[in-house]
């Protein structure tokens, strides 16, 4: 089962994919808000197509406590308008850590001078977007692979 999962942000949203046996969660691409939801909307919808994802995952951004907080209330809130979009179920998961643990994977691979160029910060700010929603999907892989 080949999985899309989205890490929804104010500015963009991370996106992952896994491999068709649903195993290996691997970071996919960016995409930058515009502020226009229904165009953000529809490259989430092509991204499912053209991956052939069976589900889209949606990264729900609990507060630390596991209470739903705003960003989980507008996160719940987009999974709902994205259901009605997308012809595959759609699922929200846990992401909490998620962008902090991305942050740290990347810092420990960059150098020094690579984090003091702006372009190579903002391309890097970026992926960890992309890298987050890698690190949200391997865990629902991992809690869907334990209960099967």
């Known amino acids: ?8 942000g104010e500015r963009r949203i991370g996106v992952a994919v ?3 046996q649903g195993v290996l969660a691997s970071p996919h691409t960016v995409i930058d808000r515009g502020g226009d939801v229904a165009a953000d ?10 991956t052939r994802a069976d589900l889209l995952l ?18 719940a809130a987009e ?9 595959v179920p759609v699922e929200t998961f846990d992401e909490r850590l998620t962008t902090v643990e ?12 690579a984090r003091s160029s702006r372009s190579k910060q903002k391309a ?10 890698a690190i949200l999907l391997q865990a629902w ?7 099967s």
């Open 124 to 133: 890097g700010r970026e992926g960890i977007d992309a890298e987050a929603a």
């Open 41 to 50: 909307h529809a490259r989430v919808v092509a991204l499912v197509e053209e």
């Open 141 to 147: 892989l991992a809690a869907h692979r334990g209960g």
């Open 102 to 113: 991305a942050a740290r994977r990347r810092q420990a691979r960059v150098s020094a001078g």
């Open 18 to 20: 896994s491999d068709s």
């Open 58 to 75: 949606i990264g729900m951004p609990f507060s630390l406590s596991g209470a739903r907080g705003p960003a989980a209330l507008k996160a």
């Open 1 to 8: 089962m080949r999985v899309l999962a989205l890490d929804l």
């Open 79 to 87: 999974a709902e308008a994205l259901a009605a979009l997308v012809a």
